[in-house]
């Protein structure tokens, strides 16, 4: 039986016991931008937020791109969120190739050069691209200035959450 027909048969199991609380209207208290990468399907328990509580929204290399904002704005301006957590992490893909490695890469597999999308957002350090993503989030102008935007690191290898503080947010206050 494949994955998906087992998560089937799962379903049919477990909808008897569906909460169907979960049709309410959602009141998440934080939005978390993260890497779509498997290893952190549990980064809401170890951080121990209830699902509730969170919009967590997940791309790889946990970049702050147009569709990115779009859901943050939904989360913001209708759901009410007033806190953002950008988390990055250790190990990640995105370390694996420059743009250019990665689109001839593609070309390879593919045998066509393709104009869409126009940028992965690769990166060679993460403490670097998450305090990026976060200064990108916190200049955008339909973010409010009120909304509290902290970027991590998550590391893999210790389950250890570091808060990076972006360089250029830290030139500003000393100012």
């Not at 791309?59 to 950008?86: C, K, P, Q, W, Y």
């Not at 104009?115 to 998450?130: E, I, L, M, S, W």
Request: charged residues 25%; hydrophobic residues 45%; proline residues 5%.
């Amino acid at each position: 039986m494949s994955l998906i027909e087992r998560a089937i048969a799962a379903n049919r199991k477990n909808a008897v016991h569906h909460d169907p609380s979960l049709a309410n209207k959602p009141a998440p208290k934080v939005a978390i931008l993260t890497c779509m990468d498997p290893r952190l399907n549990q980064l809401l328990e170890w951080l121990d937020i209830k699902p509730a509580d969170a919009d967590v929204i997940r791309n790889v290399g946990t970049a702050a791109t147009e569709d990115v904002v779009r859901s943050l704005m939904f989360s913001i301006h209708v759901l009410g969120v007033r806190e953002i957590m950008v988390v990055g992490h250790t190990g990640c893909g995105m370390e694996m190739f420059s743009e250019d490695d990665f689109e001839k890469h593609l070309h390879k597999q593919c045998g066509v050069w393709a104009v869409a999308p126009d940028k992965f957002h690769f990166y060679t350090d993460v403490n670097g691209a998450t305090q990026k993503q976060v200064l990108k989030l916190r200049s955008h102008p339909w973010i409010p200035s009120d909304v509290v935007i902290r970027g991590f690191v998550f590391d893999l290898s210790t389950g250890e959450l570091r808060e990076v503080t972006p360089k250029e947010a830290n030139n500003r206050l000393a100012a």
